[in-house]
């Protein structure tokens, strides 16, 4: 590819729905903090030039348990950390994008993968980037949708049946061009992903087919089932 990609990974939450006080991207999946195998995965993608991480500027655990830790180590000097994460997840893409303005161009590809998700395998982003790299829009990593859908009334009785055919469940990396995202992420802060910033622009985002063992750790059962998969693939 002639343009650069950047691996964004956004890691300035609080994880407070899992119940714990250390912060869900550090909890410990198999000897590792969750964040570690994220980042591991994205590491062996040998076509991502540079991966930021970006923290809570109050951020206290990252140097303990990865700067001066074998997980640390064990990522190649290869990922950075900008100290400018926000309140929301999109505003910590936002302050992160806007911190590499003086290293990317408008058309650099930037790649943003959740923190959360740390069964991503390096052989599903180098799929994702042979789907991309000529698409004008860029995507997303996303499955169909199999359960059937329920629309609730406020008692939580079913009020119908929704169609499921054309509904996709996203997943993240998302990889869109530098210049588009922040101008979208800027015009709709409120977006609960990449994705719907885009489209906000009038613009459609590419589905590419995910993996369903590309979870996103929100409860603790996530964080049980992360254990297992991660063991499988050890």
């Known amino acids: 590819m002639k343009q650069k990609i950047v691996a964004l990974v956004p890691a300035a939450g609080t994880g407070t729905r899992l119940g714990d006080a250390l912060p869900k991207q550090y909890l410990d999946i198999n000897d590792h903090p969750l964040i570690f195998h994220a980042l591991a995965a994205l590491t062996r993608v040998s076509r991502i030039h540079r991966i930021v991480v970006v923290l809570s500027p109050e951020d206290r655990h990252w140097q303990?348990?990865?700067?001066?830790?074998a997980s640390g180590k064990a990522l190649n000097g290869r990922v950075g950390t900008l100290r400018v994460g926000g309140a929301t997840r999109g505003a910590s893409v936002v302050n992160g994008l806007e911190s590499l303005s003086s290293e990317l161009s408008e058309d650099d590809w930037v790649m943003v993968h959740d923190a959360a998700r740390p069964c991503i395998r390096s052989e599903l982003v180098e799929q994702f980037i042979d789907e991309l790299e000529s698409d004008p829009v860029g995507g997303l990593l996303a499955l169909p949708l199999a359960d059937t859908i329920k629309q609730a009334d406020e008692t939580l009785r079913v009020q119908k049946t929704l169609p499921r055919e054309a509904i996709w469940r996203a997943?993240?990396?998302?990889?869109f061009r530098y210049g588009t995202l922040l101008k979208a992420l800027r015009q709709m802060p409120q977006a609960t992903d990449e994705a719907q910033a885009i489209e906000s622009l009038g613009l459609q985002p590419k589905l590419v087919m995910g993996d369903s063992a590309n979870l996103k750790v929100t409860y603790a059962p996530d964080l049980k089932?992360?254990?297992?998969?991660?063991?499988?693939?050890e």
């Open 171 to 175: 997943q993240t990396p998302q990889m």
């Open 64 to 69: 303990t348990l990865m700067e001066n830790s």
């Open 225 to 233: 089932l992360a254990r297992m998969l991660l063991r499988e693939e």
